[in-house]
């Protein structure tokens, strides 16, 4: 396996997914390189997140907790970046979870947090090993 090509995510209000995930792509290294009327697209190297509508959504409510995928998981830099962006999350739309073992939550050899924006996604922010 050659790694990931890329992550469409449907969303019922555009806007809305742009206020939170406009905030947090940018902080974790990727770019915005496409933007249109139902979507925009951010890049890393090779790889990219794509957030847009669809007329073909069955339902408005994303449940994380349902069959299908349940977070993402992004590279956050070092510990001290990982710690940085969750203490900023909040004010742009990511609420922390797990706070009551962060950053531990993984297990004790896995630095990382977890949030959640209003529309019910959940992204993992892991930590690189230090050196």
Excluded at 116 to 128: D, L, M, S, Y
Aim: net charge negative; glycine share 10%.
């Amino acid at each position: 396996m050659k790694g990931l090509h890329h992550v469409e995510i449907w969303v019922a209000d555009l806007d809305e997914a742009v206020d939170s995930w406009g905030w947090l792509l940018p902080r974790l290294g990727l770019e915005l390189t496409g933007e249109w009327a139902d979507g925009r697209t951010w890049e890393a190297g090779s790889a990219y997140v794509t957030l847009t509508t669809s007329p073909n959504l069955s339902a408005t409510a994303h449940d994380r907790r349902r069959a299908g995928v349940n977070h993402l998981a992004f590279w956050g830099g070092t510990r001290a970046e990982v710690d940085s962006l969750l203490a900023d999350a909040d004010a742009h739309g990511w609420h922390p979870l797990y706070q009551e073992r962060y950053p531990h939550a993984g297990g004790p050899d896995h630095y990382a947090g977890w949030v959640q924006n209003a529309q019910g996604f959940k992204v993992e922010i892991v930590a690189e090993q230090p050196a």
